[in-house]
C-alpha cells in the first residue's frame, strides 16, 4: 500500500478541489485562501484516513466545512454587532442548484422514450397528470404511476453521478462527483 503525503493529495486533488471551491465562492482571492485553508487540514488530518477508497469523500467533505466556515466567518464580520448571529446553514451561492439543474436534459435523454415523454409532458410542458392520462390513453393511475417512476429513474441517473447536498429545506447546496458519465459535471 503507498503511503498519502500531502503533495501526492495536491497533485492529485488540487484541481478538482479548486474547480469545486470556484462553483460555490466567488471571489479569486477567497478561492485560493480556502484552497490553501482546505490543504493544510487535509495535512493536519491525513494520517486518519484509514481506507484509499475513503480519501476522495473525505477530501469533498472537508472543502465543504472550509466553505461553510468561510461563509460564516464572513457573515459574522458583515453582520451589525446587535444582529449578529451564527447561521445554521452557510449562503448558497445560487448558481450551485442552477448548475445541477442543467444536468437533467442531458440525462432525460438517456432514459427510454416512455419516460421522456413523460417527463417532458408533464414537468416541461406543464400537463397536469389527468390531462396525460388523456393524451396518452391511459388510466389516471396508470399516468401517475408512469410520472412517478421516470421522475424516480431520472433522480437514480442523479444519484449514481454525484452524490447531492441538500439543507434541511432541500435546496441544493453541493455536490460531489462519484461516476461523471452523463451528468456534465467535470
Same mark, same amino acid.
Given at each position: 500500500? *503507498? *503511503? $498519502?503525503?500531502?503533495?501526492?493529495?495536491?497533485?492529485?486533488?488540487?484541481?478538482?478541489?479548486?474547480?469545486?471551491?470556484?462553483?460555490?465562492?466567488?471571489?479569486?482571492?477567497?478561492?485560493?485562501?480556502?484552497?490553501?485553508?482546505?490543504?493544510? $487540514?487535509?495535512?493536519?488530518?491525513?494520517?486518519?484516513?484509514?481506507?484509499?477508497?475513503?480519501?476522495?469523500?473525505?477530501?469533498?467533505?472537508?472543502?465543504?466545512?472550509?466553505?461553510?466556515?468561510?461563509?460564516?466567518?464572513?457573515?459574522?464580520?458583515?453582520?451589525?454587532?446587535?444582529?449578529?448571529?451564527?447561521?445554521?446553514?452557510? #449562503?448558497? #451561492? #445560487?448558481?450551485?442548484?442552477?448548475?445541477?439543474?442543467?444536468?437533467?436534459? #442531458?440525462?432525460?435523454?438517456?432514459?427510454?422514450?416512455?419516460? $421522456?415523454?413523460?417527463?417532458?409532458?408533464?414537468?416541461?410542458? %406543464?400537463?397536469?397528470?389527468?390531462?396525460?392520462?388523456?393524451?396518452?390513453?391511459?388510466?389516471?393511475? %396508470?399516468?401517475?404511476?408512469?410520472?412517478?417512476?421516470?421522475?424516480? $429513474?431520472?433522480?437514480?441517473?442523479? *444519484?449514481?453521478?454525484?452524490?447531492?447536498?441538500?439543507?434541511?429545506? %432541500?435546496?441544493?447546496?453541493?455536490?460531489?462527483?462519484?461516476?461523471?458519465?452523463?451528468?456534465?459535471?467535470?
Amino acid at each position: 500500500m *503507498t *503511503t $498519502r503525503t500531502t503533495e501526492n493529495v495536491w497533485k492529485e486533488f488540487s484541481d478538482r478541489l479548486r474547480r469545486f471551491i470556484v462553483a460555490r465562492v466567488r471571489n479569486s482571492h477567497d478561492v485560493d485562501d480556502l484552497l490553501q485553508e482546505v490543504f493544510a $487540514r487535509i495535512h493536519t488530518g491525513l494520517g486518519g484516513v484509514e481506507s484509499p477508497e475513503a480519501l476522495e469523500s473525505w477530501l469533498f467533505q472537508i472543502t465543504r466545512h472550509a466553505i461553510v466556515d468561510h461563509y460564516r466567518r464572513h457573515a459574522a464580520a458583515t453582520s451589525p454587532v446587535e444582529l449578529r448571529f451564527e447561521p445554521t446553514e452557510a #449562503p448558497t #451561492p #445560487p448558481d450551485v442548484a442552477a448548475e445541477v439543474a442543467s444536468w437533467l436534459a #442531458p440525462m432525460v435523454d438517456l432514459m427510454d422514450e416512455e419516460d $421522456r415523454e413523460a417527463l417532458r409532458l408533464t414537468d416541461l410542458e %406543464g400537463l397536469s397528470q389527468k390531462e396525460l392520462a388523456a393524451r396518452l390513453g391511459l388510466s389516471l393511475t %396508470g399516468a401517475k404511476s408512469r410520472v412517478q417512476r421516470a421522475r424516480r $429513474r431520472l433522480r437514480d441517473l442523479l *444519484t449514481e453521478c454525484c452524490e447531492i447536498e441538500r439543507d434541511r429545506r %432541500g435546496n441544493t447546496i453541493a455536490y460531489t462527483p462519484k461516476n461523471c458519465t452523463s451528468c456534465g459535471c467535470d
